[in-house]
């Protein structure tokens, strides 16, 4: 894979990716899914399938920032939950990029979202919220966490698009805001790094990768810094509308490019 050092971008293709690194802090502390505009940044100014590499070690930084702020909020029998139909879904994501080209993915990933959105919307407006976090136990809720944890896994390694899928699923559960945001944070970066050895195996992550990303990383603790400072000033009904609209435009996004 012929990845891209930090001396073949111009100025302003690496202000846009500095910006997109803002973006990752801002998303991982206050709206999570927001990030597949980093996405989109990445792979417009990078070659698509490289980009996927050099935005990893970005979304990790941003990860362990959410952790530090969001600890005490986690719900780990959720993430234990979701973990083994994520992993399925990581190694299905692996095989798929093998042979996938960057139009199939982009357009796979941006129906995903899509449907989780449109499917989110319709449950919020037919049905009664569920009673919360623990409603996973159920059968129903079983079901639910292995849908979504495949399709989180498998976006997640093939476009770093799991935070949209992630989100449509919590917000189904009835997470409140402080509960999303640190459910969310351990189990991205529980899962990020452990795709690492997969992308560097896909030729995804090399040196000249990760020099960018040294020169990048340090935009997202800002970020990380704005988006606490807006989450507390955001109400519940709010967040929810800004999740699912930034999951839309992610979609289209994919979609259209």
Not at 78 to 103: N, S, Y
């Amino acid at each position: 894979m012929d990845t891209m050092t930090l001396w073949h971008i111009t100025g302003w293709e690496f202000a846009a990716l500095a910006f997109a690194a803002l973006l990752v802090g801002f998303s991982k502390t206050a709206v999570s899914g927001a990030n597949t505009v980093s996405l989109a940044v990445f792979a417009a100014v990078l070659p698509a399938r490289a980009s996927t590499g050099i935005l990893l070690p970005i979304l990790i930084a941003g990860d362990v920032l959410a952790v530090l702020t969001y600890r005490r909020h986690a719900h780990w029998p959720t993430l234990w939950r979701l973990f083994p139909a994520v992993a399925a879904g990581v190694v299905f994501g692996t095989l798929f990029l093998v042979w996938a080209d960057d139009e199939i993915v982009r357009t796979s990933i941006g129906a995903i979202l899509l449907l989780m959105a449109g499917v989110t919307v319709w449950r919020r407006r037919t049905a009664d919220r569920e009673a919360g976090p623990d409603s996973v136990t159920t059968r129903a809720g079983r079901v639910k966490a292995r849908s979504y944890g495949v399709l989180g896994g498998f976006t997640t390694m093939v476009a770093n698009a799991g935070g949209p899928v992630m989100s449509m699923y919590l917000l189904s559960a009835g997470f409140r805001k402080l509960g999303f945001l640190g459910t969310s944070a351990f189990f991205f970066l529980i899962v990020n790094v452990s795709k690492v050895p997969f992308s560097a195996g896909l030729g995804l992550i090399d040196g000249s990768s990760l020099l960018l990303d040294a020169a990048l990383v340090i935009f997202v603790v800002p970020g990380a810094v704005l988006g606490k400072w807006a989450v507390d000033r955001i109400n519940q009904r709010l967040f929810e509308q800004l999740v699912i609209a930034a999951t839309v435009v992610g979609g289209l996004q994919l979609l259209l490019r």
